[in-house]
């Protein structure tokens, strides 16, 4: 009996033996299994953070350059402005100034240039309208005076049509009077006549 049961218990030792190798290398296993996970772990943190950190850049660049921009555009702004200011400074003052060409060349027209008296009368109110047109066409100020011209609503303001087989349709007849441009603006239409088509 006792020799039957040194062979068993020599079998239950080494299945013991076995069993317990077999729960190391899964011990083994495991661990290895849990050391190579944490890698894969922090690597796919580090991606988001990467990632999170790449997104903030790519936020802060398309600020940056709507910033600039924006300066771009307000230094844009403000020098269309200065050069809007130095073209038009005298755009009210012009104004004014119209009123006393209309009255030199009304002037013009009521006198006489047959009587010698009104005739020299009549040259100095011409050289002193001469001399402040010139003056006033060097700070940008341009007649416009488009007798025999076609009609421009843009330019040309009309006070009445008459009929006239001379002159093709829509052309200036008469300028009651002149209009002004300010450095290419309007600052005061034409009044004219126009023609139109004889019934």
Known sequence: MSDKSQPEQKEQETKVESADEQVLDATTEVEGSAETAEPELDNESLQQEVTALRAEVQAERDKALRVAAEAENIRRRAAQEVEKARNFAL???AGELLAVIDNLERAL????????????????????????????EKFG???????????????????????????????VMHVMQKGYLLNGRLLRPAMVMVSRAAG
């Open 91 to 93: 755009e009210k003052f």
């Open 109 to 136: 027209q009521t006198i006489d240039r047959e009587d010698s008296a009104q005739a020299n009368l009549a040259e100095g109110i011409e050289m002193t309208h001469k001399g402040f047109i010139q003056t006033i």
């Open 141 to 171: 100020l341009e007649v416009v005076n488009p007798e025999g011209q076609p009609f421009n609503p843009q330019l040309h303001e009309a006070m009445g049509m008459q009929e006239n087989a001379d002159l093709p349709p829509n052309t």
